[in-house]
T-cell receptor, first 111, second 116 residues
Framework: DQQVKQNSPSLSVQEGRISILNCDYTNSMFDYFLWYKKYPAEGPTFLIS?????DKNEDGRFTVFLNKSAKHLSLHIVPSQPGDSAVYFCAASDTGNQFYFGTGTSLTVIP | GAGVSQSPSNKVTEKGKDVELRCDPI?????LYWYRQSLGQGLEFLIY????????KSGLPSDRFSAERTGGSVSTLTIQRTQQEDSAVYLC??????????????FGSGTRLTVV
């Protein structure tokens, strides 16, 4: 049973525009949320996090939004760059220890 | 080392053979995790080690899978009598427990296992 869902397997965006990646979860006990970025043949790398006490966290071009009532989070990348092309995973946890991952969204930024 | 190291990076094995996958976590990281990613799937949790506590094995898909962590450092994931459905990328990750919720895990590059 998938507790974290990324319903869009792929997304294409023009360079310079905004990329919005979405993630939904089912467990209302989840308190910590992470986004990871994965290039081919590499392990996922941590990108940005948010805890349930916040509804927004920003780091440079990356902003994560959390809507607890809707059990939804999103990652905004603006402006998008070709180097952002990768698979993005969201992950959630209720303890901060074991994280549950979504199936990933493959982002392609078109130059 | 500077990062999480996994070996081998690729493994092709015949159905029915046993395989061992190795993970060297970041020095000082107390938590170690194994995940796998099958084609078209998300990251599937397998097992979690934390210090000297009993591991959380709740994600292991069958009794053909086992893992150990020696001396609180290196971990080995063993798959016995491999089946074709075991083909996947096996990812190891480690973390400083208290920082996991802020910075997540540090993943290795994975071992791509192909069972033929």
């Amino acid at each position: 049973d998938q507790q974290v869902k990324q319903n869009s397997p792929s997304l294409s965006v023009q360079e310079g525009r905004i990329s919005i990646l979405n993630c939904d979860y089912t467990n209302s006990m989840f308190d910590y949320f992470l986004w990871y970025k994965k290039y081919p043949a590499e392990g996922p790398t941590f990108l940005i996090s948010i805890s349930s006490i916040k509804d927004k966290n920003e780091d440079g071009r990356f902003t994560v939004f959390l809507n607890k009532s809707a059990k939804h989070l999103s990652l905004h990348i603006v402006p998008s760059q070709p180097g952002d092309s990768a698979v993005y995973f969201c992950a959630a946890s209720d303890t901060g220890n074991q994280f549950y991952f979504g199936t990933g969204t493959s982002l392609t930024v078109i130059p | 080392g500077a990062g999480v190291s996994q070996s081998p990076s690729n493994k092709v094995t015949e159905k029915g053979k046993d395989v061992e996958l190795r993970c060297d976590p970041i020095s000082g990281h107390t938590a170690l995790y194994w995940y796998r990613q099958s084609l078209g799937q998300g990251l599937e949790f397998l097992i979690y080690f934390q210090g000297n506590s009993a591991p959380d094995k709740s994600g292991l898909p069958s009794d053909r899978f086992s893992a150990e962590r020696t001396g609180g450092s290196v971990s080995t994931l063993t798959i016995q009598r491999t089946q074709q459905e075991d083909s996947a990328v096996y990812l190891c990750a480690s973390s400083l427990l208290m920082l996991a919720e802020n910075y997540g895990y540090t993943f290795g590059s994975g071992t791509r296992l192909t069972v033929v």
